[in-house]
């Protein structure tokens, strides 16, 4: 079964596990016709350990499996991802941070449209009622759809509790994501103002940094 939120408040779900996921198939293939897109973003992160959230905003590029994430506030940082590496460019440090992505992770995290083939080999989903997901100031899409996402795979499930995710079902996108670590640490990442076909290359996704950057792989030394 599926369960629509609208406006902040949900219906009683109606469907059966059947259609819930004839739903995601139907979502799926959205998704699958779009190339690429350009949204902004807003990322609420709340810790234990933090007396309140950390908010930060941007924009991301994603073409296929490539994303590209520019962080405006509160400091300016540049993201790179696909399948396989991860990459951090701090511009006041000067140094970009290297990290190799587990893959079935790195398929998910390199664009806000990861397809459904690749998630379902490493995580259940079930309905969601989507509490929390949508901001109450944003606009309501007509269709939209909440999911929740738990790892079978024991390797991600050292860094994912569970993931909860937003779609639009007429459009095919993601509206909104949240993943809670096994610590309880929760991240939230909005969209808005998303346009898909915008002719974007993987040049463009590219990072662009200045000679002289150092690079550090943190992991490394951890090994």
Known sequence: MFVAIARGQTTAPTSQPSDFAQQLEAIDRRAGEIK???ADFVQEKRSPLLRKPLISRG???ARGGLALWETTEPEPTKMSVDPQLLRMY???QKTIEEYPMQQQLGMMAASPLPRLQAIQTTFSMKPDDGKGLLDAKGASPANPRAVRMEPVDAEIRKYVDHVRVLLDADRGLVLA???VDPDGEQTIIRFS???TGVNLT???????????????RPLEGAR
Request: glycine share 4%; charged share 35%.
């Open 202 to 216: 993987d040049e463009s996704l590219k990072l662009d940094t200045p000679a002289g950057v150092k690079v550090v």
């Open 90 to 92: 701090y511009p006041k």
């Open 36 to 38: 690429d897109l350009t």
């Open 177 to 179: 994501f949240e993943m």
């Open 193 to 195: 103002n998303v346009r």
């Open 59 to 61: 924009n991301v590029k």
